[in-house]
């Protein structure tokens, strides 16, 4: 089945870049997405890419998306202590288009 | 224009009780989906429902189940609970189906608990 893989943890200093990295299996996604998750709460859809892009900027967040290694990064620059969170990077597939597979996420912590 | 709405915040049940969470959805979506996020994990889908139907299924058992109303709000069954069952309880809205329903909502959660 679809298989999405993410490093646990990140953590950065304050005014530095952050660069959290997500692995897919399945080559017919057509959507990858980045959603936020804090302590207690539902998950905020950050950004998304089609899978037909390799890149997509949203003011402090961009996207890399390496079709052929089936690799999504998201780089978050200029990270702030407000950006420490859960990341979670997902999918949704080309044949079970009805569905979003989700990564276990990354645990990002930003020390001021 | 209002968000995606969850309720019970949290909810403690007895093993082999049965279950109702409740979701509304972001204003002018028809699809919702719902998903299971034991602690520590990413979510697990369990199922989508467009215009009242289910429109597809993840790998829970039958005793999960769901409805969806007119005005599109919708709960999530569960039956017979069990220790495992305990987890965060997501919903999703969009507007489609299928690949059309590729930008999801999420609410804040239901919080079971099963002792």
């Known amino acids: 089945g679809e298989d999405v893989e993410q490093s646990l943890f990140l953590s950065v200093r304050e005014g530095d870049s952050s660069v959290i990295n997500c692995t897919y299996t399945?080559?017919?996604?057509?959507?990858l997405y980045w959603y936020k998750q804090e302590p207690g709460a539902g998950l905020q859809l950050l950004t998304y890419?089609?899978?037909?892009?390799d890149m997509k900027q949203d003011q402090r967040l961009t996207v890399l998306l390496n079709k052929k290694d089936k690799h999504l990064s998201l780089r978050i620059a200029d990270t702030q202590t407000g950006d420490s969170a859960i990341y979670f990077c997902?999918?949704?597939?080309?044949?079970?288009?009805?569905?979003?597979?989700f990564g276990s996420g990354t645990k990002l912590n930003v020390k001021p | 224009e209002t968000g995606v709405t969850q309720s019970p915040t949290h909810l403690i049940k007895t093993r082999g009780q049965q279950v109702t969470l409740r979701c509304s959805s972001q204003?002018?979506?028809?699809?919702v989906s719902w998903y299971q996020q034991a602690l520590g994990q990413g979510p697990q889908f369990i199922f989508q429902?467009?215009?009242?139907?289910?429109?597809g299924r993840g790998n829970f058992p039958p005793r999960f189940s769901g409805l969806q109303f007119p005005n599109y709000s919708s709960e999530l069954n569960v039956n017979a609970l069990e220790l495992d069952d305990s987890a965060l309880y997501l919903c999703?809205?969009?507007f489609g189906q299928g690949r059309l329903s590729y930008e999801q909502y999420f609410g804040p959660g239901t919080r079971l608990t099963v002792t």
């Open positions: 999703a809205s969009s």
């Open positions: 399945d080559s017919s996604s057509t959507y």
């Open positions: 890419i089609f899978s037909n892009m």
């Open positions: 997902a999918e949704i597939s080309g044949y079970n288009f009805n569905k979003f597979y």
């Open positions: 204003s002018g979506h028809n699809t």
């Open positions: 429902y467009y215009r009242e139907e289910e429109n």
